[in-house]
């Protein structure tokens, strides 16, 4: 997990609101990603991000935003219009180079109430 | 489109013996294939990739894993299981489109008793 940040680890959140998680890297890694991990499901990619200021929908983005402003930083928002956003959410970064693995940070487990 | 399917949901093995956690995958062109390891309520740690070149890729904490082109198989491996094993297991193939996505398997439980 190091290099890579997620806060907060648990979070709870009543129907109706939106909530943002945190994801930061210190690891210099250009692309950065957000998954969903639900029981039986592996990972579902909800965003994704390049470079700064771009980024592109992943296989489940309904409900869910994210900014790029800088490098380091890849927060999401998980909106009212997410019908079901409880879930284990895990952010990954990635340096330039196409066989590069993905680096995973210590994911934020979201609870709606 | 990718695809990764990991057919055994779990796996017991005793602690000692060899351990094998099974992935087929479907992509057009050459394979990326990745492994990964996931503790409880932790993010994935990377195990070990398969680029090119030598159908055993060696990787972290002694496991290893055999690419089978004409089975399209990436099964991971290891010698001897510990007890310290046991955890979640997911095999990843990178995605023909851009932005160097995974496609992940829906994972496999290893479960190494003494």
């Known amino acids: 997990d190091g290099g890579i940040t997620q806060s907060p680890k648990y979070l709870f959140r009543k129907e109706g609101q939106n909530v943002t998680l945190s994801c930061e890297q210190n690891?210099?890694?250009?692309?950065m990603y957000w998954y969903r991990q639900d029981p039986g499901q592996g990972l579902r990619l909800i965003y994704y991000?390049?470079?700064?200021?771009?980024?592109q929908k992943g296989d489940i983005a309904e409900g869910y935003s994210v900014s790029r402003e800088k490098k380091e930083s890849f927060p999401l928002t998980v909106t009212s219009a997410q019908k079901n956003p409880t879930a284990f959410y895990l952010c990954?970064?990635?340096?330039?180079?196409?066989?590069?693995?993905?680096?995973f940070g210590p994911g934020t487990r979201l609870t709606v109430l | 489109a990718q695809s990764v399917a990991q057919p055994e949901d779990q796996v017991n093995v005793a602690e000692g013996n060899p351990l094998t956690v099974k992935c087929t995958y479907s992509?057009?062109?050459?394979?990326?294939l990745f492994w990964y390891v996931q503790y409880p309520n932790r993010g994935l740690q990377f195990l070990l990739k398969?680029?090119?070149?030598?159908?055993l890729v060696k990787g972290s904490y002694g496991f290893e894993a055999e690419f089978n082109k004409s089975q399209t198989s990436f099964h991971l491996k290891k010698p001897s299981a510990l007890v310290s094993d046991s955890a979640l297991y997911f095999c990843?193939?990178?995605?023909?489109?851009?932005?160097?996505?995974?496609?992940f398997g829906t994972g496999t439980q290893l479960k190494v008793e003494l």
């Open positions: 690891l210099n890694h250009d692309a």
């Open positions: 991000s390049q470079i700064v200021n771009d980024f």
């Open positions: 992509v057009s062109g050459n394979p990326y």
């Open positions: 398969y680029i090119t070149g030598d159908n």
């Open positions: 990843a193939v990178r995605d023909t489109g851009g932005g160097n996505k995974l496609t």
């Open positions: 990954a970064s990635r340096t330039a180079g196409g066989t590069n693995e993905q680096f």
